[in-house]
């Protein structure tokens, strides 16, 4: 079994800074895709950022330029997140993705105030 957990959430204001991380245990490796995700109330989740092995990265066009993925390890993974908006409100899921299951952690909530 797999289980991660994210921190960093909080409450900031708009314009201020965040970093998540997430730890995962029960046999990750670095082939292993990681990501984060968020969820806004209402809202479906999406996918925020995403990590590989070999050094791919993916965001959602709303972050570009504010957020940074970076994995340091097989195991752990960290979001920094720069001129928090309001919109970036949500609850931050972190993904991995191990053969042909996704695990997710219990999410972290942010809260951005404007």
């Known amino acids: 079994q797999v289980q991660l957990v994210e921190s960093g959430g909080g409450l900031v204001q708009a314009g201020g800074s965040l970093r998540l991380s997430c730890a995962a245990s029960g046999s990750i490796f670095s082939i292993n895709p990681m990501a984060w995700y968020r969820q806004a109330p209402g809202k479906q989740r999406e996918l925020v950022a995403a990590?590989?092995?070999?050094?791919?990265i993916n965001y959602v066009d709303s972050v570009k330029g504010r957020f940074t993925i970076s994995r340091d390890n097989a195991n752990t993974v960290f979001l920094q997140m720069n001129n928090l908006k309001a919109e970036d409100t949500g609850v931050y899921y972190c993904q991995v993705r191990r053969g042909w299951i996704d695990y997710w952690g219990q999410g972290t909530q942010v809260t951005v105030s404007s």
């Open positions: 990590i590989t092995s070999g050094g791919r």
